[in-house]
């Protein structure tokens, strides 16, 4: 990394150390609270449970391709952004809940009718595995567990978002009608962000 | 005119607007009935039917010419040109040639159908459109005995078709009928919603309203008719012939590949509506489930 950029990388992170990552709780909260008033009041169009629940599924998304994001940062640019991560994480978790929520309440309302759902359509199935996936990374998302577990134990756990990421990148691909750009585009990212991480494992293999 | 499909009184002529919003309701189910002259209303025709507001209708659609997304029609579709307007009518009839809008409405009636409409995305409204019966108007070109399809062609305009010009899909637009389909008295080219000339998002000046079928039949804004002897290519079969059918008619219990057609979401319900179950034949079984007597449904989708 040349001189200028780990300077420019280092006065970055001296800044990063200064700002808390408990307003991305906040905001993600207030951002779900305001999509659900505009659901409300008609902000979302005349269609707003169907709406609600695509921008909530694509919130959930781009947040955890954020997260996907925090490591090769660090290692390209050396701006190191781990102390977002959980928060990133978490209000991702917390945004395919309510993804989750305005599907089964609002939409179905009925335990038999989301059962068939998860077990007939293999995009619903999906998602609702890459959901699955999520929990016990939200439930092990704090400092506790992670000290019950072990740091190596906790990282290999973790592990668990790619699966669940890639998961929701086709869920989103597989119930669109016709080929709207954004699905591909959130599949390419993620995409990326896999093979790249794919290809650090071989590389730390090789030099090991 | 036909008038095969026939209301007593007009609502609009005889109430003022406010009790006509009522009163157009009970004329739908009693409509529905009148189709099949003495029959008694069916559970389903019986029922009420509450119009969904002009400002629903035209600001959720599926117009691709202007892109994928439902705001996309009502956002971009100001630009089309509609006026003057033609269709040419050719292939298997008497008098082919380019009808102008005028030509073709010539000594129609304009009537007031409330209709069920029901995409195939599972969702559903009320529209009570203006319009004639596509019969009448093929019968001023005269469709020949050799005929069995009719084919539709939407309008292509680049300039103003954002979808157009990134070929989101293949253009123009392609649907298709059978002749009986096009022909039965449900079958209409409409002009008008609420009595205004049809927006433009919903396919103005003139478009198709097969209210048995899924939305996507219904073409928009058509410039061509072709009566033809071999069932014609229809755009969303061409795209995806597992999931979308030829015939496409509303039925409840043949899902979609990926999603279940059981149940819909009416628009304007708001975020605590109910779904309601999807009905035969779009609630018009009575008229129309013998055009396919015999066949399997789950074949012939």
Redesign the interface.
């Known amino acids: 990394m040349p001189v200028s950029q780990q300077s420019l990388s280092r006065s970055i992170n001296a800044t990063l150390r200064r700002v808390p990552a408990w307003p991305i709780y906040i905001i993600g909260a207030a951002w779900a609270g305001w999509l659900?008033y505009l659901?409300?009041t008609g902000g979302l169009?005349?269609?707003?449970?169907?709406a609600?629940e695509r921008r909530y599924g694509e919130v959930a998304l781009q947040l955890l391709v954020a997260g996907l994001f925090v490591t090769p940062l660090r290692t390209w640019t050396g701006v190191n952004l781990v102390k977002f991560r959980r928060a990133l994480g978490l209000t991702a978790f917390f945004y395919v809940l309510a993804h989750f929520l305005v599907w089964a309440v609002?939409?179905?309302?009925s335990l038999a009718r989301i059962g068939e759902?998860i077990v007939?359509?293999?995009?619903i199935t999906i998602g609702f595995a890459a959901f699955l996936l999520l929990i016990p990374l939200a439930l092990t998302s704090n400092n506790i567990s992670i000290k019950r577990l072990g740091a190596a134990t906790w990282r290999k756990l973790h592990r668990l978002t790619y699966p669940a990421v890639l998961l929701g990148a086709i869920h989103y691909i597989?119930?669109v009608?016709?080929?709207?750009i954004e699905p591909f585009i959130y599949a390419a990212v993620i995409v990326g962000l896999l093979l790249v991480r794919l290809r650090w494992t071989r590389l730390r293999s090789a030099t090991a | 005119m036909a008038h095969r499909w026939k209301n007593d009184l007009t609502p609009n002529e005889v109430t003022p607007k406010g009790l006509w919003l009522n009163r157009r309701a009970m004329m739908a189910g009693l409509g529905a009935a009148a189709v099949t002259g003495a029959m008694p209303a069916s559970r389903a025709s019986a029922q009420a039917l509450e119009p969904n507001t002009l400002e629903e209708i035209s600001s959720y659609n599926n117009f691709y010419e202007f892109g994928w997304n439902k705001t996309d029609p009502a956002d971009h579709a100001h630009a089309m040109v509609t006026s003057p307007w033609s269709i040419s009518i050719d292939g298997m009839v008497d008098r082919p040639g380019t009808y102008t809008l005028e030509q073709l409405l010539e000594g129609l009636d304009i009537e007031e159908r409330i209709y069920r409409f029901r995409c195939v995305e599972a969702w559903s409204m009320v529209v009570p459109w203006n319009g004639v019966e596509l019969a009448d108007v093929l019968a001023k070109a005269g469709v020949q005995s050799s005929a069995r399809f009719v084919a539709f062609e939407t309008t292509v305009q680049p300039d103003v078709m954002p979808g157009v010009r990134g070929r989101i899909i293949p253009f123009p637009y392609v649907e298709g009928l059978r002749l009986d389909e096009a022909q039965h008295p449900l079958t209409m080219l409409a002009t008008g919603i609420y009595g205004d000339p049809m927006p433009k998002q919903n396919g103005a000046p003139i478009r198709l309203v097969v209210p048995w079928k899924y939305g996507f039949k219904s073409i928009k804004s058509i410039v061509r008719i072709t009566l033809t002897d071999e069932q014609p290519p229809t755009t969303w079969n061409r795209l995806n012939a597992r999931e979308y059918g030829f015939y496409s008619n509303v039925n409840p219990t043949v899902d979609h590949p990926r999603w279940s057609q059981a149940s819909e979401r009416k628009i304007g319900g708001g975020l605590f509506a109910r779904r309601q179950d999807t009905l035969m034949f779009n609630g018009y079984e009575d008229q129309v489930a013998s055009l396919y007597a015999g066949m399997d449904l789950r074949e012939d989708y």
């Open positions: 659900f659901g409300l169009g005349p269609e707003p449970i169907n609600l609002l939409d179905l309302r759902e007939k359509r293999p995009y597989w119930l009608k016709g080929y709207p």
